[in-house]
T-cell receptor, first 116, second 117 residues
Framework: AQKITQTQPGMFVQEKEAVTLDCTYDTSDPSYGLFWYKQPSSGEMIFLIY??????QNATEGRYSLNFQKARKSANLVISASQLGDSAMYFCAMRESQAAGNKLTFGGGTRVLVKP | NAGVMQNPRHLVRRRGQEARLRCSPM?????VYWYRQLPEEGLKFMVY????????ESGMPKERFSAEFPKEGPSILRIQQVVRGDSAAYFC???????????????FGSGTRLTVV
């Protein structure tokens, strides 16, 4: 079974609108962390936001917020007021406390294209 | 404070040649991780190393691939007798330790794009 699933391979969004990127995960570990990364066309991996499994509140970082629904095992990323520079691949990832070291498990990604 | 440095950025090898990818972790980071990204896919974990030790190589192919992180110098990911299927982006990440599930110090390099012709 996939540990991280991103069901949207690609999305268009109008500039200045909000967009939600879906991410569901599968783990039996009670302690885990969820991450979102942005990968622009230049290829680097840019950390956006983190949510811990025990965090009571949804994480927010500027225009990024994470809609964490623990019972549903979902951690959707919301980007508000989209900008042209938000066009990129977005990856959801998970780290489990019982996994060796600090390795991350990634989903397949969602490509976002912001239209002017 | 330089980030995680990977070189080369782009590497072209003919089938059967060897590819050596280098990763210098951030200053103060003693943990290094290698990931592979095939075209249009997410990153896949390959190996986790500390200085002079391989901690977890569960994601490494059984043959032709090896990794090291010597006491001095960068971490090296070595691919022998490359084949076209090895064409991918290889990312290195480093962290100061294993601080639990958060570990905000986890930092990726810009990757090496390997093309096998």
């Amino acid at each position: 079974a996939q540990k991280i699933t991103q069901t949207q391979p690609g999305m268009f969004v109008q500039e200045k609108e909000a967009v939600t990127l879906d991410c569901t995960y599968d783990t039996s570990d009670p302690s885990y962390g969820l991450f979102w990364y942005k990968q622009p066309s230049s290829g680097e991996m840019i950390f956006l936001i983190y949510q811990g499994s025990y965090d009571q509140q949804n994480a927010t970082e500027g225009r990024y917020s994470l809609n964490f629904q623990k019972a549903r095992k979902s951690a959707n990323l919301v980007i508000s007021a989209s900008q042209l520079g938000d066009s990129a691949m977005y990856f959801c990832a998970m780290r489990e406390s019982q996994a060796a070291g600090n390795k991350l498990t990634f989903g397949g990604g969602t490509r976002v294209l912001v239209k002017p | 404070n330089a980030g995680v440095m990977q070189n080369p950025r782009h590497l072209v090898r003919r089938r059967g040649q060897e590819a050596r990818l280098r990763c210098s972790p951030m200053k103060g980071h003693s943990h290094v991780y290698w990931y592979r990204q095939l075209p249009e896919e997410g990153l896949k974990f390959m190996v986790y190393l500390q200085k002079e030790n391989i901690i977890d190589e569960s994601g490494m192919p059984k043959e032709r691939f090896s990794a090291e992180f010597p006491k001095e110098g960068p971490s090296i990911l070595r691919i022998q007798q490359v084949v076209r299927g090895d064409s991918a982006a290889y990312f290195c990440a480093s962290s100061p330790g294993t601080g639990g599930v958060a570990d905000y110090g986890y930092t990726f390099g810009s990757g090496t794009r390997l093309t096998v012709v």
